[in-house]
């Protein structure tokens, strides 16, 4: 059976279905009892899986569609290759994750982001989305629906997607800059201070010591700063996992180039990251990101030996149901491991103690461990309601929604 990109998964289910036209997945999703729509496998959790069936959209047809400030994509299509499209048609996508090789419908269905205080999750760009229902049904949902907003960060939990309409924007150059050893922020006035010093800023760190490991700071209007608190820009390109070679990460010493070649850390031709890996991320309220920063710093000697390295990054609030921004700015807290599950296991419990209390809510594509998480989440029930309304018989339900939601009904 086929496995998740950081092969830590194997997908349980009896069998992944291919369908090759639309009326094929329709004829699968009416027949099926049980069902889950798989993306291009970039997840860490088991989020998509089941044990039942699992249908990917790899092998259906369909192009890309520009229209006006709008483009329609298939569901399973990359950022990557949506990209390059809009490139030759001089638009863009206001932000991009840290690697162009996952699907546009399993990203938005997690609410992927990059960073930019300005800037949504990816999900936000979401004008419409073309959904198979339990029935096999097509159906529509557009922004202003009443649904709408718990439709897109979905958790795969409401259908199978078939095709994504994203709003695009006219395209824009960035400048990469990478400042090496940056002294770590003393508080909010600081953090602020650094998030801001570019249109999407990255503070990569392993917890030890007074520096942080690297900042990333990619500008589009504004010049990039000469320094942050003193520490001036590299003068040769940096992986921010030391150990892994540069040719991997997108161009860097402030040379400008576009959008789709500059946002992503990680060139589509490469392997991105280290590979060897799992990772957790959890999104904070951006005024509790300091008392955040400091817990995980007093637990730097248990962390910092299971981790590559980690990556603070800010997202701006949306009203997304089930987003880790809904209704907050937010500070997202990254950790990427080293692949030793067992270790991992035994440190998230107790991450997690220190980070919840504070409001912080789990990436839904990675690794973490608690269950109770309604009380973050003000339409929680709401999205349950609306499951049991599209979904009466669970045909998209799977362990990974009974944890979090309990048993279906
Ligand atoms: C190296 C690496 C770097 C990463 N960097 C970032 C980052 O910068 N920012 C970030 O936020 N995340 C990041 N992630 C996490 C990643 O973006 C998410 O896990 C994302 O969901 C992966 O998309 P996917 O297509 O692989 O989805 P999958 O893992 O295949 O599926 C995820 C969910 O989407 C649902 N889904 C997929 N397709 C459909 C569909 N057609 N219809 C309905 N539901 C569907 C599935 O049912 C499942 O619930 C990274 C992951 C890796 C491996």
Not at 26 to 46: C, K, N, W, Y
Not at 251 to 269: I, K, N, S, V, Y
Not at 300 to 310: D, E, F, I, K
Request: charge should be negative; proline fraction near 8%.
């Amino acid at each position: 059976m086929e496995r998740n990109w950081a092969g830590n998964l194997t997908y349980r289910a009896s069998r992944i279905a291919r369908p090759r036209t639309e009326a094929e997945l329709r004829e699968l999703v009416a027949g099926t009892p049980r069902i889950r729509a798989l993306g291009s496998r970039h997840s860490f959790s088991d989020v998509a899986d089941t044990p039942d069936v699992l249908v990917s959209l790899d092998a259906l047809p369909g192009d890309v569609e520009v229209a006006g400030d709008r483009v329609t994509v298939p569901a399973a299509t990359r950022y990557g290759d949506l990209a390059e499209v809009l490139r030759a048609r001089g638009l863009a996508l206001p932000n991009l994750a840290s690697l162009p090789h996952i699907s546009v419908a399993g990203a938005v269905a997690t609410g992927t982001h990059g960073s930019g205080d300005r800037n949504g999750c990816l999900s936000t760009s979401v004008a419409a989305l073309d959904v198979v229902g339990a029935d096999g049904e097509p159906r529509r949902v557009l922004r202003g629906d009443p649904e709408f907003a718990g439709s897109v960060v979905a958790l795969g939990a409401l259908g199978v997607v078939v095709r994504v309409v994203l709003d695009v924007v006219p395209a824009f150059d960035v400048r990469q800059t990478v400042y090496p050893e940056v002294p770590w922020p003393s508080g909010m006035a600081e953090l602020d201070a650094l998030m801001s010093a570019g249109y999407s800023v990255s503070l990569f760190t392993d917890w030890t010591g007074d520096h942080l490991r690297q900042v990333w700071v990619k500008s589009t209007t504004t010049a990039p700063p000469a320094d942050l608190f003193g520490a001036g820009p590299a003068t040769a390109p940096l992986h921010m996992i030391p150990t892994e070679s540069v040719d991997a990460v997108t161009e860097q010493l402030g040379a400008p180039g576009p959008w789709l070649d500059r946002l992503p850390h990680f060139r589509m031709t490469h392997k991105p990251s280290s590979g060897e890996e799992l990772q957790s991320e959890y999104l904070v309220p951006r005024e509790a990101a300091p008392e955040a920063i400091a817990r995980v710093r007093a637990m730097a000697g248990r962390v910092s030996p299971v981790l590559h390295v980690t990556e603070i990054r800010s997202v701006a609030a949306d009203d997304l149901w089930l987003s880790g921004a809904h209704g907050r700015d937010s500070i997202a807290v990254h950790f990427t491991w080293r692949q030793r599950p067992a270790a991992v296991a035994a440190l998230l419990p107790d991450l997690e103690a220190a980070l919840l209390p504070l409001g912080a809510r789990p990436h839904w594509g990675k690794c973490f461990a608690g269950t109770d998480l309604a009380s973050r989440y003000p339409r929680w029930s709401d999205f349950g309601e609306l499951r049991r309304a599209v979904d009466p018989t669970g045909k998209f339900d799977n362990p990974f929604l009974s944890r979090l939601f309990g048993t279906f009904g």
